[in-house]
């Protein structure tokens, strides 16, 4: 598949940050993608604001993935967010927020 390899160069040519943009745009054309999927995808490439877009998505389409936002790999792990609105969501849904 043509987008995979593009993904890879971009990896080559530019690194992880450009190569996981690349992916969340490729993602966002596909039909039965996750929004969970394509929000963590923003978030390697350092796009939050878009991240949380996606994950706001996740939430009103209840995507049963949701909840796994509440879990350290998303306070504090390779998937931190840090925006506002990730506390507002996290409420939202009545999960626990991270310890500061």
Known sequence: DDSKLMVMNAYEESGIVAAAGFLAGELEKQDRILPMEIATSYILANKQSIAM???????????????????????NGPFKINDPRYDDLLNKMNLPLPSK
């Open 53 to 75: 877009d996606w994950l706001e998505k996740g939430y009103e389409a209840q995507d049963a993935n949701m909840p796994y936002i509440s879990v350290n790999f998303f306070s």
